[in-house]
């Protein structure tokens, strides 16, 4: 089971639009997927259209007050699975994140759903914090999207430098997926100056192929509660994007895998 922990050293990329919508486009490629949350602002339940904190989930594994089976959302796609954070006070939320690091459960959930899945797609919150390096510790990729704006590019090197530490100190086999491009704006001058310096200074293979431009559609989707995929009968252009993403992954995952044309399929969640 490979286990995407989708990370960024700053908010405001549409990580958890991007892990939605990229979690559901890996699954209509095929593959049994589960969206893990582990931001505790609990956004991805919110893009969801869920009722804030109104489900039991990660909280809930870390105090023992539900198994596993119990608290895995199943959608209508059969090969997506979603993992919310659960029922996290506002006033707790140290709390909640002191126990996810410092405890066997996070390990221990992925251990138990490595027969169950093929991909884990794992949420993480902004910033260089506890969470997030716990997670880059289970996992066995790291997905980073970084903003097409200059500040990103200049702190970029500090996620890079906990994946290397983490590797280094926890985890040998973390593996960089790749570098995300994101709120990519073709019209915006800095955008353009962030891009160049991405595909020119940094090594070959670190940039994915796959750019996520700035899209009104982003807040559409998050406003209805829906995938990109799944907000129309005809869904926006930006939703192929996603499955260019799914291809984008899966072929560095598995290199010897070949590459899949067809077109999205229309699909209700």
């Known amino acids: ?68 089976e119990a608290v895995l959302q199943r959608t209508r796609d ?11 006070d506002p006033t707790t939320v140290a709390g909640f994140e002191e126990a996810l690091v410092r405890g066997p459960v996070l390990a221990g959930v992925l251990s138990r759903l490595a027969a169950d899945f093929d991909l884990v797609v794992a949420d993480c919150p902004a910033g260089l914090g506890k969470v997030t390096t716990r997670a880059l510790e289970v996992a066995t990729h790291v997905l980073m999207p970084l903003q097409a704006e200059p500040l990103a590019l200049r702190s970029v090197g500090q996620l890079l430098a906990l994946v290397d530490h983490v590797r280094a100190e926890k985890n040998p086999r973390l ?36 750019v996520i431009p700035r899209d009104g559609s982003f807040l559409e989707a998050s406003l209805r509660g829906a995938p990109l995929l799944l907000m129309q009968k005809r869904p926006p252009p930006l939703a192929r994007v996603f499955d260019q993403l799914a291809n984008d992954v899966l072929a560095r995952l598995d290199p010897a895998r070949p590459e899949d044309d067809d077109g999205p399929i229309p699909l209700l969640l």
């Open 1 to 68: 089971m490979h286990v995407i922990a989708v990370a960024s050293q700053k908010g405001g990329v549409g990580k958890t639009t991007i892990c939605l919508n990229l979690g559901l486009a890996l699954a209509r490629a095929g593959h049994r997927v589960l969206i893990l949350e582990l931001d505790a602002q609990g956004s991805l339940g919110l893009s969801l259209g869920l009722a804030d904190r109104a489900r039991p989930g990660v909280a809930e594994l870390l105090t023992g007050a539900e198994r596993v």
């Open 78 to 88: 059969p090969q997506l699975q979603v993992l919310t954070v659960g029922r996290v």
């Open 175 to 210: 593996s960089l997926l790749g570098l995300l491009l994101s709120m990519f704006d073709r019209q915006a001058s800095a955008s353009l100056d962030v891009a160049e310096t991405l595909w020119t200074r940094f090594p070959d293979g670190i940039i994915l192929d796959t």
